[in-house]
Nanobody
Framework: QVQLVESGGGLVQTGGSLRLSCVASGRTDSLYAMGWFRQAPGKEREFVAAITWSTGVTHYGSSVAGRVTISKDSATHTVYLQMNSVRPEDTAVYYC???????????????????WGQGTQVTVSS
């Protein structure tokens, strides 16, 4: 099992920046990739970004491409999501998730991720 703990959420003004962090612990050797998803009230969980653990290959959701950057620190088992030029529609609970190595990699599909953090709220004021 992999345990994930997110941090860094909060209130930010439109056009501002925010960096989310996610620390992984436990069976981190079983990881293939880490992803960020978000869920706004009344909406489905949405793919934001993902990064493969060993090679650092990244993917981004169309609604955030060009405004967010996902990165990792392998030494500390931490994944970051840098959010720039935030908009009110970015308001959501952001979740970090772990994709295992023993499953075909579908980076944008929530059901492919087996472990999730508790989520961190991001609120963008207009």
């Amino acid at each position: 099992q992999v345990q994930l703990v997110e941090s860094g959420g909060g209130l930010v003004q439109t056009g501002g920046s925010l960096r989310l962090s996610c620390v992984a612990s436990g069976r981190t050797d079983s990881l293939y990739a880490m992803g960020w998803f978000r869920q706004a009230p009344g909406k489905e969980r949405e793919f934001v970004a993902a990064i493969t653990w060993s090679t650092g290959v990244t993917h981004y959701g169309s609604s955030v491409a060009g405004r967010v950057t996902i990165s990792k620190d392998s030494a500390t088992h931490t994944v970051y999501l840098q959010m720039n030029s935030v908009r009110p529609e970015d308001t959501a609970v952001y979740y970090c998730a772990a994709h295992p190595a023993d499953s075909i990699y579908f980076y944008a599909t929530p059901s492919r991720y087996t472990n999730w953090g508790q989520g961190t709220q991001v609120t963008v004021s207009s």
